[in-house]
């Protein structure tokens, strides 16, 4: 019995050690959650040891996914943003409408570094101004 709890163990080591800081942060606060508990800052654990050894620039510079916010919409380019926010959302011309118009918000609050550079790229050449914010 001793042996297969080694085993699960070593399994779970491995399998923990596989994942990404962000990861370690989900399964840290789903623990929380779970359990009913909260992480103490201080208290040394085996999740945030490889998330301090990162450091905290580190980990907004591995940033996996972005946020993109339309920060400014000027007001004889709001039509060509609207249209644009329609393509890339899929909504209606009204919430777009309404999205634009209440500048800063979110156009996508979760895409690869990828998607939201050419969301950003759609959204500036339309002559909005946009921001991405790591998450």
Request: no cysteine.
């Amino acid at each position: 019995m001793a042996q297969q709890q080694e085993a699960n163990i070593e399994q779970l080591v491995e399998t923990l050690s596989a994942l990404s800081v962000l990861d370690l942060s989900n399964l840290k606060k789903a623990l929380e959650e779970k359990w009913d508990v909260k992480a103490a800052a201080g208290a040394p654990m085996m999740m945030a040891a490889p998330a301090a050894a990162a450091g905290e620039s580190a980990a907004a510079e591995e940033a996996t996914d972005f946020q993109v916010i339309l920060e400014e919409a000027p007001a004889d380019k709001k039509i060509a943003i609207i249209k644009v926010v329609r393509e890339i959302t899929g909504l209606g011309l009204k919430e777009a409408k309404e999205l634009v118009e209440g500048a800063p918000k979110p156009v996508k609050d979760s895409a690869p570094k990828a998607e939201a550079e050419e969301i950003k790229k759609k959204i500036t050449e339309a002559g909005g101004k946009v921001a991405l914010k790591g998450v």
